[in-house]
Structure formats: C-alpha cells, structure tokens
C-alpha cells in the first residue's frame, strides 16, 4: 500500500467519509484495533494494490484500523 498526501484533509474527509456526516479534523475518536484516543485530523490515506483509497488511523500502518474502527472517545 502506498500513502498518499492529502492537502485539505477536511474536504477529503467529506468526500470519502462513508458514514452520514463527516466528523470535524479535530474531533477526538477511539480506534478499537490500537486502543488509541487520536484526532481525527491526523488520519492518514492509503492506496491499495487495485487503487481503492482508504482513510487509516493517524498510527498506521503499525495499526490496520480505517475509519470504520472509529468511535467517540467519550
């Protein structure tokens, strides 16, 4: 998988969010594959092998969790 840099990571999130409204960049979420509280804004994007771009936890790629492992920190 390759990283990609995203510029305005507000609008990617918008655009690729998979859920009904996009949380904001500074929103604080709980990974359940790390067990890490992180902020949103610090997601990181990568490209699988067929092109299929997916929104990681800021810990990857040491943690495999994507935004669908997301939940609210409190």
Known sequence: MEEIKIEDK???LNDN???EEAPKLTDK???IHCGSII???DYKVFKDEVGEEY???PNAPK???TVIDWFDAD
């Open 10 to 12: 507000q609008q990617y």
């Open 17 to 19: 969010y998979p859920f």
């Open 29 to 31: 979420k709980k990974c």
């Open 39 to 41: 902020t949103v804004g």
């Open 55 to 57: 929104i990681y936890c």
């Open 63 to 65: 943690c495999d969790g």
